[in-house]
């Protein structure tokens, strides 16, 4: 069965970082795309970051270009959100997910997310 | 900027109720227009892609249509498994979400 497992969420105070986790398992990591999704507490789903399969080709959105990055480690199965110069806006709930382009199905396995809160 | 429009913002249906949400892109996706279903304190689940292709073990009751701009799912004989929040996507230029149906009694 396919499966994510986020982790890294914690408390932290603005301006500071924050390193998340993703570890896959139960099919073929190096076959898709991943991202990121966060959701602020309350409020709807927004797309964070992609990356291609073989790393080499990465997008991000507006909100947290230049201040994210994520990356990952295919001899791991492990995807990685790095966040720097967090404000309290970042804070919520942050999915990792995948998305099966060759299948065109988007999305279709998500973690059960790690909570990330920017606080003073 | 892509932006994606859902309506209503919440919908008061009752059980075996057919219930239509619509979802408005700012610019064409084509037929790359996806829906989840979520519940309090869950992940969300993808249940239609390419606007109308049902995700496997989704209920046949649910179904997507539309192209270009505006996007329809259709939920038929409301169950109570069925009362959450419904997201749309596009995934024609990057990925954009809508801000969600609340599905409540």
New interface residues.
């Given amino acids: 069965e396919a499966q994510l497992m986020e982790s890294g969420g914690g408390l932290v105070q603005p301006g500071g970082s924050l390193r998340l986790s993703c570890e896959a398992s139960g099919f073929s990591f190096t076959n898709y795309e991943m ?1 990121w ?1 966060r959701q602020a507490p309350g409020k ?4 964070v970051a ?1 990356i291609g399969s073989t790393g080499t080709t990465i ?1 991000y ?2 909100s947290v270009k230049g201040r994210f990055t994520i990356s990952r480690d295919n001899a791991k199965n492990s995807l990685f959100l790095q966040l720097n110069s967090l404000r309290p806006e970042d804070t919520g709930v942050y ?1 990792c997910t995948r ?1 099966a382009s060759g299948t ?5 396995i ?4 790690t909570l990330v809160i920017v606080s003073s | 900027d892509m932006q994606m429009t859902q309506s209503p913002s919440t919908l008061s249906a009752s059980l075996g109720d057919r219930v239509t949400i619509t979802c408005r892109a700012s610019q064409r996706v084509g037929v790359w227009l996806a829906w989840y279903q979520q519940k309090p304190g869950k992940a969300p689940k993808l249940l239609i892609y390419q606007t109308s292709s049902l995700e496997n073990g989704v209920p046949p009751r649910f179904s997507g249509s539309g192209s270009g701009t505006e996007f329809t799912l259709t939920i038929n004989n409301l169950q109570p498994d069925d009362f959450a929040t419904y997201y749309c996507q596009q995934y024609n230029s990057l990925w954009t979400f809508g801000q969600g149906t609340r599905v409540e009694i």
Avoid: H, K, Q
Wanted: aromatic content about 28%; charged content about 30%; hydrophobic content about 40%.
């Fill in positions: 991202d999704v709807g789903l927004e797309w992609d997008y959105a507006d999915y998305y065109l199905r988007p999305f279709d998500w973690g059960l997310g």
